[in-house]
């Protein structure tokens, strides 16, 4: 049997773009997205704190130091510049290894630098 387990997380980032002509996606910061071990094109379930929405989309990596957390597409449409979301990625996990899996869990400032 395999699980799918919460495997990690930005938490708690801002919001600081918002580009609606794009085909969709999340632009993460490239040092966010390493301290979070999630790769470019991975899908990312995309949680507003601000307004309560959830989304799910894939991650594109941004320059590096940053700090841009920007909601590209119609994704765009699910929220503001300033709003708090959470970033989340599962995976498979076999039985055995999902009870011994710790996520990894990134918290950042309110200028999306790793705490």
């Known amino acids: 049997m395999e699980r799918i387990m919460f495997k990690s997380k930005i938490h708690r980032a ?3 773009a918002l580009k609606l002509d794009y085909e969709g996606s ?6 966010l ?4 071990d999630i790769l470019p094109g991975e899908q990312v379930h995309v949680l507003n704190c601000s307004n309560g929405d959830r989304l799910i989309t894939y991650a594109i990596e ?3 130091g ?14 503001y510049i300033g709003d708090k979301v ?11 290894a999902a009870h ?7 918290k ?8």
């Open 66 to 79: 940053s700090g841009t957390v920007m909601l590209n597409g119609p994704a765009a449409r699910n929220g």
């Open 26 to 31: 999340i632009s993460i910061d490239s040092d």
């Open 33 to 36: 997205l390493k301290a979070a």
């Open 100 to 106: 011994s899996h710790k996520p990894t869990v990134v």
């Open 62 to 64: 941004a320059p590096a």
């Open 86 to 96: 959470v970033i989340i990625t599962y995976a498979n996990y076999s039985d055995s």
């Open 14 to 16: 801002t919001l600081t």
């Open 108 to 115: 950042v400032d309110d200028n999306n630098r790793v705490k």
